[in-house]
């Protein structure tokens, strides 16, 4: 099975930071990768596929990087609602495989 | 509007059976693979099994082969994911999700979610 690490587990930043969370496979994904966000008690919301494609109404401070083993989310500036915990996937093969989570804190 | 909406959650003892049930509406049901996706308390998410379209093909992660099955009736526009020899570990809040393949979005809708908890 491929094996995902995100890095790092928790982030503390404040509103209108640029922060970056970085996903690692233990053996090629290609680009099929994906990156969540999940508030408490809700459903997981996609915000970026297969890489670096922006899911449709997700707003464009959210962006994603990289191909093969090493992933990258970048919020430019982060807002209130962006504290919440986010996960990548990868897709490229059963069994898909989440990352740890890394939970964002409010400094 | 695309709505996915699981059932069938509850308490029960180690060693019994549940099915789960994920209800679809608001797309062309047909054209999409169904997954599963837990999530144990206070823990990350963890794929659990899929479902294509016609329901050819089937794929489950390893710690459920053997004890989940999972199943659709497009007539219905229903997913199922029968489980049975429980275990605690299965205890978690069970997603549905849909994805179609390819360069499509995966898991753009989840549904809300219903909780499976197993305790003697």
């Known amino acids: 099975d491929i094996q995902m690490t995100q890095s790092p587990s928790t982030l503390s930043a404040s509103v209108g930071d640029r922060v970056t969370i970085t996903c690692r496979a233990s053996?090629?994904?290609?680009?099929?990768l994906a990156w969540y966000r999940q508030k408490p008690g809700l459903a997981p919301n996609l915000l970026i596929y297969?890489?670096?494609n922006l899911e449709g109404g997700v707003p464009s401070r959210f962006s994603g990087s990289g191909s093969g083993t090493e992933f990258t989310l970048t919020v430019s500036s982060l807002q209130p609602d962006d504290f919440a915990t986010y996960y990548c996937l990868q897709y490229n093969g059963f069994p898909y495989t989440f990352g740890q989570g890394t939970k964002l804190e409010i400094k | 509007q695309v709505q996915l909406v699981e059932s069938g959650g509850d308490v029960v003892q180690p060693g019994r059976s549940l099915r789960l049930s994920c209800a679809a509406s608001?797309?062309?049901?047909?054209?999409?693979?169904i997954h599963w996706v837990r999530q144990a308390p206070g823990k990350g998410l963890e794929w659990v099994a899929v479902i294509w379209p016609d329901g050819s093909n089937k794929y489950y992660t390893d710690s459920v082969k053997g004890r989940f099955t999972i199943s659709r009736d497009n007539s219905k526009n229903t997913v199922f994911l029968q489980m049975n020899s429980l275990r605690v570990e299965d205890t978690a809040v069970y997603y549905c999700?849909?994805?179609?393949?390819?360069?499509?979005?995966?898991?753009?809708?989840w549904g809300q979610g219903t909780l499976v908890t197993v305790s003697s």
């Open positions: 053996q090629s994904v290609g680009s099929w």
């Open positions: 999700a849909r994805f179609c393949g390819g360069d499509c979005s995966p898991f753009d809708y």
């Open positions: 297969k890489a670096s």
């Open positions: 608001g797309f062309t049901f047909g054209t999409y693979g």
